[in-house]
């Protein structure tokens, strides 16, 4: 039995190592979204193995007295061409109507361009575990980066 389970474990890790896709080192840009009334992100990605990577953003309004920040380490495995889909989980703090931490999951889908272009869409459920930021909230994003 621990032999077709080492088998089976081991195929299935050479199917993911063959399906990764070249992650870019570093992307720079914005995701969309509506971020619970703060709005657009300032967004960086950071690669950190073949097939995983740290995503961090930043959403500013009112002359930056409102502020969301976000950190999500990600897993990105290739679909088909140029597509990408990844999978993720981090939190964040939120100062808006009180400061609050919260706790994040990402799903999404990325297509890659020749240029050194990445567009994204991705939805980010929220559970948010301080009184001003409590229970579930959803977030959907649309992502324009520049990769280098």
């Not at 193995?49 to 897993?75: P, Q, S, V």
């Not at 597509?83 to 706790?103: D, E, V």
Request: proline fraction near 1%.
């Amino acid at each position: 039995m621990k032999k077709k389970l080492f088998v089976i474990t081991f195929c299935l890790l050479a199917i993911f190592s063959a399906n990764a896709q070249s992650i870019s080192k570093n992307t720079i840009g914005l995701r969309f979204g509506d971020n619970n009334g703060i709005g657009g992100e300032f967004s960086y990605q950071r690669k950190l193995g073949n097939i995983n990577r740290l995503e961090l953003n930043l959403g500013l309004r009112n002359d930056f007295e409102d502020f969301k920040a976000t950190a999500l380490y990600e897993w990105v495995w290739k679909l088909e061409g140029h597509f990408n889909w990844y999978a993720g989980a981090g939190g964040g703090l939120i100062n808006s109507s009180g400061t609050a931490i919260f706790g994040a999951g990402v799903i999404g889908i990325e297509y890659n361009f020749d240029i050194p272009l990445l567009i994204s869409l991705d939805y980010r459920p929220e559970i948010g575990i301080t009184r001003s930021y409590d229970g579930f909230h959803s977030d959907f994003g649309l992502g324009i980066r520049y990769q280098f």
